[in-house]
């Protein structure tokens, strides 16, 4: 992904952008202090990638302060025009990497509110995004009403990446590396995708009502037994 990105670094694919609607205002100024509160305890979301003598890193920030947005969308009737139209540009702005993997903003509308939150993949996917919202809506509930009981830490993500920096010392990450270095030296060309010059990678994403019944259908095809919930919120934010 992070060759991808830099091979279309004009092109948001690996973007994950969620917006969240509610019915009842929320407070600006405590859910900036919960988000923030999630950053800090979620190394994956200070997780920056940059060039260190030629190589690419994965680096974890001490600290990253939240820049949220505030946009005022409540003079407008329509309130899902108002946020399509606001969204689709906002989506297509590729993410800076190697400064921050995300990127916020709060929306005031004409009945409630929305939370815009848009990640790259390289730090999340579906569960994970799943995650966070749990996470910075605990984190509110507390600020909120002054609880003194902090939610449970995750879990630090930099534990996986030094799983996966072991499993490349055993021998059959080796074996892998040797066949493919033996795949390579025998298929010097690569795959060829015929293209026409006119044709264009912009995409949009559209919103999409669910209709009665569907969300149910949706949901009886993930396994609950198996904890497969990220499979729902994949073709949630596909529909």
Known sequence: MWYGHQKHADIPIYSIPFLWTFSENLDYETLILAFQKTVDANDALRTVFRMQAGIPQAIILDKMEVEMDV??????????????????????????IDDHCFDTAFLTLKEG??????EHHLITDGR???????????????????????????????????????????????RALNYWSDFQSTHT??????????????????LI??????????SNI??????????VSTLITVL
């Open 113 to 118: 509110c929305a939370w815009f939150l848009n």
């Open 71 to 96: 946009i005022d969308l409540s003079m407008h009737a329509d309130t899902k025009s108002a946020l399509e139209d606001w969204a689709q540009p906002r989506i297509q702005k590729t993410l800076p």
């Open 189 to 206: 060309e690569g795959p060829c995708f015929p293209l026409n010059k006119n044709d264009s990678t912009h995409c949009e994403r559209r």
């Open 209 to 218: 009502d669910l209709k009665p019944g569907t969300l149910e259908a949706i």
């Open 222 to 231: 993930a396994n609950p037994n198996e904890g497969d919930l990220a499979i």
């Open 128 to 174: 994970s995004k799943q995650l966070v919202y749990e996470k910075t809506a605990r984190y509110y509930e507390q600020i909120a009403e002054n609880l003194s009981e902090e939610p449970p830490v995750a879990l630090p993500y930099s534990n996986f990446v030094d799983f996966e920096k072991r499993s490349l010392q055993k021998r059959s990450a080796e």
